[in-house]
């Protein structure tokens, strides 16, 4: 079984900064992606930003320039460095990650969120 723990957000004020971490820990074989998704209150769950196991990295168009998205393998850990944050930014932050267990049969699993609240 493979879970992920996310930590790192909290209240900050508009222009501020934070940095998400995303640990994954379990069984695991191998990670291909991890990505970083966002929910705000009464909207859909949008995908932030997402890094594969050869570091390419991509973002949603609203973060672009302001967010930075990183991985390290050997600690299975994803982080989301945050700048510029904005009360556009609010909501429940949650990591996923893709990859493979020691039984070599594939996961997708998912964090169980952490708040990320901007003030104006």
């Known amino acids: 079984q493979v879970q992920l723990v996310e930590s790192g957000g909290g209240l900050v004020q508009a222009g501020g900064s934070l940095r998400l971490s995303c640990v994954a820990s379990g069984s695991i074989f191998s990670i291909n992606g991890m990505s970083w998704y966002r929910q705000a209150p009464g909207r859909q769950r949008e995908l932030v930003a997402a890094?594969?196991?050869?570091?390419?990295?991509s973002y949603a168009d609203s973060v672009k320039g302001r967010f930075t998205i990183s991985r390290d393998n050997a600690k299975n850990t994803a982080y989301l460095q945050m700048y510029g944050l904005k009360p556009e930014d609010t909501g429940v932050y949650y990591c996923?990650?893709?990859?493979?267990?020691?039984?070599?049969?594939?996961?997708?699993?998912w964090g169980q969120g952490t708040q990320v609240t901007v003030s104006s």
């Open positions: 890094v594969t196991d050869g570091d390419i990295t």
């Open positions: 996923n990650a893709d990859g493979r267990n020691t039984r070599f049969m594939t996961f997708n699993v």
